[in-house]
């Protein structure tokens, strides 16, 4: 893998559409709920679950997840790594779990698995990015999709190829 060659995927404006009307879908759907707890899993979300909170109308309490399941390289760990964060109080609140990419789902899984131990009163998914023909994916639901991509090695907004390229604002594959 030659990490300086980019090819554009998913441009600036593309990626913000998106994220503006996954935005309504979820105002519709919680629209008489009247706060949500954000729990982004760090660090790819983070530039994605800022975007989409700032389009979010009600009241919302956000937390986070600290994830690694890649250790500085383009394929999945066989087991994802959970380090402790302090989490808002999950207990009956309404659980919008986000995540950058839906890859093997194990680490949004495990996400799920941590998030209904806290006795919530319902907990949903919401990925930017769901690689659709990865390998022995785990069986989640999500409930929002930002975009179906093929089975690639992508970075930008969020996504890293060890560390870097998380603030491009648009999503590249890395090619060989
Ligand atoms: P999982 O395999 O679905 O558990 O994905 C685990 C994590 O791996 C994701 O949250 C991302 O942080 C990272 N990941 C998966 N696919 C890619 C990719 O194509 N580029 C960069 N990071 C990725
Ligand atoms: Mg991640």
């Known amino acids: 893998m030659n990490p300086t060659n980019k090819r554009t ?15 309504q ?13 954000i729990i982004s899993v760090l660090k790819g979300s983070v530039f994605f679950m800022t975007d989409l909170a700032k389009e979010l109308k009600m009241d919302t309490e ?6 690694s399941s890649y250790l500085g390289n383009t394929s999945p760990q066989t087991s994802v ?3 402790d964060l302090p989490l808002p109080n999950l207990q009956n609140r309404h ?9 093997t789902g194990k680490s949004l899984q495990k996400a799920i ?22 390998k022995g994916q785990a069986e ?14 992508v970075v930008g907004y969020g996504l890293d190829y060890r560390e870097k390229f998380r603030n491009l604002p648009y999503i590249a594959v890395l090619e060989e």
């Open 81 to 83: 790594k959970v380090f």
């Open 140 to 153: 989640v639901f999500i409930d929002y999709v930002g975009f179906h991509i093929a089975n690639e090695f």
């Open 113 to 134: 698995e941590l998030c209904l131990s806290k006795q919530p009163a319902s907990v949903k998914t919401c990925v930017l990015l769901a690689k659709d023909n990865s």
């Open 25 to 37: 879908e979820i105002n519709q759907e919680y629209e008489s709920v009247e706060s949500l707890t």
């Open 95 to 103: 659980i919008l779990l986000v995540e950058d990419i839906f890859d």
């Open 62 to 67: 956000i937390g986070f997840l600290f994830f």
């Open 9 to 23: 995927l998913i441009n600036k404006s593309d990626l913000q559409n998106r994220i503006k009307s996954l935005a």
